[in-house]
Each structure stands twice: as C-alpha cells, then as structure tokens.
C-alpha cells in the first residue's frame, strides 16, 4: 500500500487540470533525492515526446552533477533545446506538486530562456 505525501495530493490536484496535448505537450518534472527527469508529454497520444535525466552520459561523466538548482539550470536549458528541435515552442508546466521555488524555478525559467512558451 502506497502512503499518500502532501507533495502526491497536490500533483493529484494539479494533473486534474493540466494536460498535454499534440499542440501544446506537458513539460512534466520529477526531483529525486539524486536525480532530476523533464519530459515533455503528449497526454492525448500517450507518447514522451523529448526527455532529459541526469543518469545520460553527459551528466554521469560531471563530477558536479547533483539535484541542485544548477543541474535543474541545465536540464531546462536542454529539455528546451531537445523540444525545439521537435518544434515544440508552446508546453504546459508541470510542476509535478513540487513548490515553485528554487530548483523548479531554475528549471521552468531555464526553459522559457530556452525558447519554450508557458
């Protein structure tokens, strides 16, 4: 039996009103004790359209490499540059029920600089 966190009520309470879609995907985040996931998701079709994680080798061969608001720099920098690739420029954040502070700010304001729209 899974226990219920504060942080899974309020992602439950977020995802009933944020959903992605072909024209403008979810950016969906996760910030585990050691590592840090972006996804940008197409809800509708079910599919992970692009992804980064810190466990990729550019980032396993960084000694620096540590879920902190630098990493979460990163990340967003790059989740922006792999979805523009797939010319994705509007997302729908998701915060994943973390607080908009610190590494998810980092992360969401590294990703609007990287040219998505949200």
């Given at each position: 039996m899974?226990?219920i966190?504060?942080?899974?009520?309020?992602?439950?309470r977020?995802?009933?009103?944020?959903?992605?879609t072909?024209e403008?995907?979810r950016?969906?985040?996760?910030?585990s004790?050691?590592h840090?996931t972006?996804?940008v998701i197409d809800?509708?079709?079910?599919i992970t359209?692009?992804?980064?994680?810190?466990?990729?080798k550019?980032?396993?061969?960084?000694?620096?490499?540590?879920?902190?608001?630098?990493?979460s720099?990163?990340?967003?920098?790059l989740?922006?540059?792999?979805?523009?690739?797939?010319?994705?420029k509007?997302?729908?954040?998701?915060r994943?029920g973390?607080?908009?502070?610190?590494k998810?700010?980092?992360l969401?304001?590294?990703?609007?600089?990287?040219g998505?729209?949200f």
């Amino acid at each position: 039996m899974s226990t219920i966190t504060p942080r899974t009520l309020r992602h439950r309470r977020l995802r009933k009103k944020v959903s992605g879609t072909a024209e403008r995907p979810r950016l969906s985040i996760y910030f585990s004790g050691r590592h840090i996931t972006a996804q940008v998701i197409d809800d509708q079709a079910g599919i992970t359209l692009a992804s980064v994680h810190t466990t990729e080798k550019e980032f396993c061969e960084a000694a620096d490499t540590r879920p902190n608001v630098a990493t979460s720099t990163k990340i967003g920098q790059l989740i922006a540059e792999r979805g523009l690739k797939k010319n994705i420029k509007k997302v729908v954040f998701d915060r994943g029920g973390f607080n908009y502070h610190g590494k998810v700010k980092a992360l969401a304001e590294a990703a609007r600089a990287g040219g998505f729209e949200f």
